[in-house]
């Protein structure tokens, strides 16, 4: 993964730049979005031309030769590619949410070489979650073996990590009597790295968000970053990973609202008892499409507004602006993603029976955002934000809120 032979991504200079070069390549990544899904054929070379842009290094700080473009740029671009494949809309996600990590948490060393791999179009997947188990025994572990330090353990919805060249892993260790956690940038092909592509969920099929098995994996001391660091201090980690998240229900909704609003125009039948030519022409269908319209903008405006709390946290990051950056992004993310799933339904709905051709594909849209709907729960973004309007209570800092 250091070779010489490799391409050199192109490097982007500012956030219209980010975006132009987003816009493109989505109106390619949109040619065989349906075929990949229904195939399930994973996107290698989609990705390797993603990457290769210079989209996947946008983030990283003016200081180590990168654009450093806002977080409502990231989340733009995310939500563009999204709404070609929303697939390919998530696979980065866990990169930037490492690029964050690295931002607050990296040595000047390792800030110098992470952030250099991403610029050169180096993709970062993720290890993260465990599989399924609250048993601090079982999970997954930096060890002292002698003079080396050895990864052990099994993840689960490792989103990326098949496509990656390096895998930032979460990761327990002990001192003492003191339970930490590290994040561990793992090569991809380092000797004990297992990665599966078992990931079988209706939705977002081609993520590759299976399992990672690390056994005895040799692991260098320069790839270890304090990870509970990012969040015993107020950082902008958490805020970035939801925004994210957010910009992928909303690039989902705005293309199933296009395809809704082609397909009323030139397929959709009226009803019967309607008295009216065309489907486009049906005042219930005409009030359900202004809603679901409206709805969208409402989302991306909030989408907007949060990714300014953001940036104000991130040039001042304290324990108020932290605060109202999670807030903004925690209602973003709720409107997202209702206006998301709003927009999947509708085109289903109003489309009638010929909108579930499967040579369409419009049940996908559905599919991906159901499936990605449920990576964080609303009813705790809900409660957060009504704690902090009653109370002022700021709420926790993790990568979930």
Not at 103 to 116: L, P, W
Request: glycine share 8%; charged share 25%.
């Amino acid at each position: 993964m250091d070779k010489s032979i490799e391409p050199v991504a192109r490097v982007i200079t500012s956030g219209e730049e980010a975006l132009a070069v987003a816009r493109g390549l989505a109106v390619d990544f949109a040619e065989g979005a349906v075929s990949r899904d229904a195939e399930r054929r994973l996107p290698w070379e989609e990705l390797a031309r993603f990457s290769q842009s210079g989209l996947w290094g946008i983030t990283v700080p003016r200081a180590f030769g990168g654009a450093d473009v806002s977080a409502g740029t990231l989340a733009e671009v995310i939500a563009i590619i999204s709404a070609a494949d929303a697939s390919l809309g998530q696979i980065p996600q866990n990169h930037f949410y490492a690029l964050e990590i690295l931002r607050f948490a990296g040595s000047d060393a390792q800030k110098a070489r992470f952030f250099e791999l991403a610029l050169k179009g180096r993709r970062f997947g993720n290890a993260l979650s465990e599989v399924g188990t609250r048993d601090f025994s079982r999970r997954t572990r930096l060890i002292e073996d002698g003079s080396r330090l050895v990864l052990q353990g099994t993840k689960f919805y490792c989103t990326g990590a098949i496509y990656a060249d390096w895998i930032p892993t979460h990761a327990l260790v002990r001192e003492g009597d003191q339970k930490d956690y590290r994040l561990v940038f793992v090569p991809r092909d380092a000797p004990g790295v297992t990665v599966t592509d078992d990931w079988d969920g209706f939705g977002q099929r081609i993520t590759g968000s299976g399992s990672v098995r690390f056994e005895d994996v040799v692991v260098a001391p320069e790839w270890i970053l304090p990870f509970s660091r990012v969040f015993d201090t107020p950082t902008t980690v958490g805020p970035i990973a939801q925004i994210m998240h957010a910009a992928i229900d909303l690039g989902i909704g705005r293309a199933a609202h296009a395809d809704t609003l082609h397909f009323l125009c030139e397929r959709a039948r009226p009803w019967i008892d309607s008295a009216v030519e065309t489907a486009a022409e049906d005042p219930l269908t005409i009030r359900d499409v202004g809603e679901t319209a409206l709805r969208l903008r409402a989302a991306e405006a909030l989408l907007r507004r949060a990714g300014r709390a953001v940036d104000a946290a991130r040039a001042v990051p304290d324990e108020a602006s932290v605060a109202e950056a999670s807030i903004a992004v925690a209602q973003a993310r709720i409107l997202t993603d209702r206006a998301g799933l709003r927009a999947a339904t509708k085109l289903l709905e109003l489309g009638g029976a010929s909108s579930t051709f499967a040579a369409d594909g419009f049940d996908r849209h559905w599919r991906n955002v159901r499936t990605h709907t449920t990576h964080d729960p609303l009813r705790w973004k809900y409660q957060a934000i009504g704690r902090y309007a009653l109370t002022g209570e700021r709420p926790p800092r993790h990568g979930a809120i």
